[in-house]
């Protein structure tokens, strides 16, 4: 049973800001959640984890509601360049039994 | 600092023929993963070391793949006889964690193979 739900696609303009939602019912106390970007024919790459609240870095935002059955990945001022498959990740530790990557969502930002 | 290294980039080979994959994590990485990621699926974990020690192997196909982390670096993971449905991206990550806690997974470039 798959522990996190995203969209599939999501298409965007240039300029404009983006929030992926992910959507993780059956999340645990010990938790994370965890995104990650991977652009075309290189391997993914961490943006940003977080636990509650709001977590921010020089890329992107994290929200966490209080019951954590959700988060939404913001970015601001998409350019051609974000155009890539997003994984939202749930869990504590990276093996099958716990924090495994699905399908993702796929950006298009488009000029 | 060097990223992930992988090698070869691409690899094409006819199927039942064998193929070998090699990484090089990050200095000082402790946990070193091998993913395949087959073409528009996410990447799925085949196995997880720490150090050279095996942590999770449960989706290693084991009647053809196989993986090694002599010395607690460097890994290789093998492919024999190798498969049409192997055709995939195989992508190594390493971690300064442990596999206990959740943190940030360093990946390479991927070695691309085509199964003819």
């Known amino acids: 049973l798959a522990k996190t739900t995203q969209p599939i696609s999501m298409d965007s303009y240039e300029g404009q800001e983006v929030n992926i939602t992910c959507s993780h019912n059956?999340?645990?106390?010990?938790?994370?959640i965890t995104w990650y970007q991977q652009f075309p024919s290189q391997g993914p790459r961490f943006i940003i984890q977080?636990?509650?609240t709001k977590v921010t870095n020089e890329v992107a935002s994290l929200f966490i509601p209080a019951d954590r059955k959700s988060s939404t990945l913001s970015l601001p001022r998409v350019s051609l360049s974000d155009t890539a498959v997003y994984y939202c990740l749930v869990g504590f530790a990276y093996n099958n039994n716990d924090m495994r990557f699905g399908a993702g969502t796929r950006l298009t930002v488009k000029p | 600092e060097a990223g992930v290294a992988q090698s070869p980039r691409y690899k094409i080979i006819e199927k039942r023929q064998s193929v070998a994959f090699w990484c090089n994590p990050i200095s000082g990485h402790a946990t070193l993963y091998w993913y395949q990621q087959i073409l528009g699926q996410g990447p799925k974990l085949l196995i997880q070391f720490q150090n050279n020690g095996v942590v999770d192997d449960s989706q290693l196909p084991k009647d053809r793949f196989s993986a090694e982390r002599l010395k607690g670096v460097d890994s290789t993971l093998k492919i024999q006889p190798a498969k049409l449905e192997d055709s995939a991206v195989y992508l190594c990550?390493?971690?300064?964690?442990?596999?206990?806690?959740?943190?940030?997974?360093?990946f390479g470039e991927g070695s691309r193979l085509t199964v003819l």
């Open positions: 977080g636990y509650k």
């Open positions: 990550a390493s971690s300064l964690e442990a596999v206990s806690y959740v943190g940030e997974l360093f």
């Open positions: 059956n999340i645990a106390t010990n938790d994370y």
